[in-house]
């Protein structure tokens, strides 16, 4: 089934045209020669959306959703689930303050940070490291230990944030994230104490 979506998305996403199938392997032949069983992962069931990033991106959002799957993490595993998610904060920070660019990378590469909140993984290492990431992060902005919107930048070369080549590795928004919220409610405040004064001094 994965194997025939694919080809038929290929007609419609030109990012697409790097990869193919080996039996249920989902192969990237992008600077390198990448693949990644697919266990779990319906491609029919993505938001087609997704297929809009780049080649690199794509790989690794379908393989973060299959480690989500995963009861125990190797060491390289647990590595490349930290620098995704500080990756994906990077993004999610410049957004908050108005990069449009960014925005559009924020929601492709915040598919598996969203979906780590779903109750079947509740207990996983992954949506807990995740996790963790988020609320590291989130206390550091409220503390001012970050510089900016921005996270500490990590290394996105394919070298350093891919699976291994040749390596069979296993890798619905559900919640918003912390500094989301954090914003919203400040907006709110700000507007509420705004309001407030207003109408008391009139």
Avoid: C
């Amino acid at each position: 089934m994965n194997e025939e979506y694919l080809k038929n998305l290929q007609k419609t996403f030109p990012n697409l045209k790097y990869f193919n199938f080996d039996g249920n392997s989902l192969i990237l032949n992008y600077n390198g020669y990448y693949k990644i069983p697919l266990y779990h992962t319906n491609l029919t069931l993505l938001n087609p959306n997704i297929f809009y990033l780049n080649p690199t991106e794509i790989f690794q959002v379908i393989y973060i959703l299959e480690l989500l799957y995963k009861d125990t993490l190797n060491d390289k595993e647990i590595i490349f689930i930290n620098n995704y998610t500080n990756n994906y904060l990077k993004y999610n920070d410049l957004a908050l303050s108005g990069n449009n660019d960014a925005s559009i990378k924020s929601w492709g590469l915040g598919i598996p940070i969203y979906t780590s909140y779903d109750e079947q993984f509740f207990n996983k290492p992954g949506s807990k490291l995740i996790q963790q990431n988020l609320i590291t992060h989130d206390n550091d902005t409220i503390n001012g230990k970050t510089k900016g919107p921005r996270l500490v930048r990590t290394k996105d070369t394919l070298e350093n944030f891919m699976p291994e080549e040749e390596e069979n590795l296993v890798a619905d928004y559900s919640k918003a994230g912390f500094a989301t919220i954090i914003l919203i409610i400040s907006a709110i405040l700000i507007t509420t104490i705004f309001i407030t004064t207003f109408v008391l001094g009139h």
